[in-house]
């Protein structure tokens, strides 16, 4: 285990097997096009306003782990965890770009997991970006737009042409911005179920308590179930979301709205795929995604 001067790009290495790693780097230096980690970051923090937008303080939102300063292939996870850590090594992929990144559980001693977690992403030269409300939030690549648009209800933030039968809007202000769409949609109840069940490929939890017809559809992607009083403030008959609290189903019956859950992980999937397809066009490296669903 040591540290070694990279003369090339003028950084130091943590290298535990110094050999094996610098015959790996320079494998994927000569077989593929590389693009520079710090231009990628500026782009996604920019382009994400990483810097504007209100979060959570353990979302640490941007750049979480550097590596050595090179990136020739990309991978988008909902979730950063030793499985997905491990399949990005396999892959050979350098920068890891996530929706929930390795600090939620706040400031904690590095052993067992982190350590684990650190330790391949040191090892393997991995960067690891992360981005929460910013990626949620987005206009076009964020999970509530890719949802809306994969459910045939594109936004007027994404289409400056689509119509008033799909009128949709930011709503439910969470930490200093709206973290919804709100969308006027008339749509039989059950072709938005069979569609959002086809847009996830996974099941979807119906409480079926609103109207067959719908006017109003709230996304809010992730766990947001327990605004589900909030959302109803906002005269939205049908709410979209991840998950939600045991009383929520409750509530959905006594407001008389539809409350669909399509699980947390499944609605989340979108935006870090929408990202990782946008900066593998701008930058000219490939992406892939890594799958490990988390059952919720």
Request: proline share 4%; hydrophobic share 45%.
């Amino acid at each position: 285990m040591r540290f070694t001067w990279d003369l090339e790009i003028g950084i130091w290495n943590f290298d535990s097997q110094p050999q094996n790693r610098n015959m790996s780097k320079n494998r994927k230096m000569h077989s593929a096009q590389m693009a520079s980690l710090f231009d990628i970051v500026s782009y996604s923090d920019d382009f994400l306003r990483i810097r504007d937008v209100g979060d959570w303080d353990n979302a640490l939102n941007g750049l979480q782990i550097e590596n050595s300063g090179g990136v020739t292939r990309l991978g988008a996870a909902v979730d950063v965890s030793t499985r997905v850590l491990t399949e990005v090594a396999k892959k050979n992929i350098d920068l890891l770009i996530v929706h929930h990144g390795l600090f939620w559980a706040g400031l904690q001693p590095v052993r067992k997991s982190l350590r684990r977690q650190l330790q391949i992403a040191f090892e393997n030269d991995i960067a690891l970006y992360s981005a929460h409300l910013p990626l949620d939030i987005h206009p076009k690549i964020g999970n509530n737009a890719q949802l809306a648009a994969m459910l045939g209800l594109k936004s007027a933030q994404q289409n400056c042409r689509a119509s008033a039968a799909a009128d949709a809007k930011p709503f439910l202000e969470e930490k200093g911005q709206p973290v919804g769409l709100k969308i006027r949609a008339s749509m039989p109840r059950a072709e938005l179920v069979r569609k959002l069940r086809k847009a996830l490929n996974s099941p979807v939890k119906v409480f079926d308590f609103g109207p067959k017809q719908t006017r109003s559809i709230g996304i809010v992607t992730g766990a947001a179930g327990s605004e589900i009083y909030r959302v109803a403030q906002e005269n939205i008959d049908t709410f979209i979301t991840g998950e939600a609290p045991h009383w929520a189903a409750v509530a959905a019956e006594e407001l008389g709205m539809n409350l669909l859950l399509g699980g947390h992980y499944a609605t989340e999937v979108f935006g870090v795929k929408a990202l990782a397809a946008h900066l593998s066009k701008r930058f000219e490296i490939p992406w892939e995604f890594i799958d490990c669903p988390t059952g919720l």
